[in-house]
T-cell receptor, first 111, second 112 residues
Framework: AQSVTQLDSHVSVSEGTPVLLRCNYSSSYSPSLFWYVQHPNKGLQLLLKYTSAATLVKGINGFEAEFKKSETSFHLTKPSAHMSDAAEYFC?????????FGKGTRLHILP | DAGVTQSPTHLIKTRGQQVTLRCSPKSGHDTVSWYQQALGQGPQFIFQYYEEEERQRGNFPDRFSGHQFPNYSSELNVNALLLGDSALYLC???????????FGPGTRLLVL
């Protein structure tokens, strides 16, 4: 069985400082991993995905994530936060056609 | 290229009523999945349709049913609505059942 844990329900950073959103997963098989972003009252937008190619994945809006099998982690990072990054972020694990969402991390950007 | 579209955007119903939500997948996609997202929670998988058949189902009662049409669009039906069914209902499409999912804007359902 697979599962996904987002380690922080809320993260606050100042504008211009780095962002780190943490995600750990559990899977018996090689998973595909995704990060989605959800702005208030909007649907989910795909930020990036890992599907067993390069372990460092670059996504949209300057975000990237690194797949670390030894740590079963897929943390999302961005070098410099922007006010428009304030949103809910979901880490997702997929094995075959089973998809599990994390509970989400709310990112707050302080001016 | 149109993305995933859903209708209506908002809906208000009363307990016991029935509701139908609609989804058109992204062009070239043949698989549609439905999710329920309660306020402050992550999306919960309801079911997935492929080739007009329900392929897999999450932990939702039989009051939740669906359909996929030959043009790959889909409907989600909920009978005997409960207050707890109030949520954002998200539709996602993919090029195949295990493919990357692309989400629509959702339908916000309020049950009074």
């Amino acid at each position: 069985a697979q599962s996904v844990t987002q380690l922080d329900s809320h993260v606050s950073v100042s504008e211009g400082t780095p962002v780190l959103l943490r995600c750990n997963y559990s899977s018996s098989y090689s998973p595909s991993l995704f990060w989605y972003v959800q702005h208030p009252n909007k649907g989910l937008q795909l930020l990036l995905k890992y599907t067993s190619a390069a372990t460092l994945v670059k996504g949209i809006n300057g975000f990237e994530a690194e797949f670390k099998k030894s740590e079963t982690s897929f943390h999302l990072t961005k070098p410099s936060a922007h006010m428009s990054d304030a949103a809910e972020y979901f880490c997702v694990v997929s094995v075959g056609d089973k998809i599990i969402f994390g509970k989400g991390t709310r990112l707050h950007i302080l001016p | 290229d149109a993305g995933v579209t859903q209708s209506p955007t908002h809906l208000i119903k009363t307990r016991g009523q029935q509701v139908t939500l609609r989804c058109s997948p992204k062009s070239g996609h043949d698989t549609v999945s439905w999710y329920q997202q309660a306020l402050g929670q992550g999306p919960q998988f309801i079911f997935q349709y492929y080739e007009e058949e329900e392929r897999q189902r999450g932990n939702f009662p039989d009051r939740f049913s669906g359909h996929q049409f030959p043009n790959y669009s889909s409907e989600l039906n909920v009978n005997a609505l409960l207050l707890g069914d109030s949520a954002l209902y998200l539709c996602a499409s993919s090029a195949d059942p295990g493919g990357t999912q692309y989400f629509g804007p959702g339908t916000r359902l309020l049950v009074l």
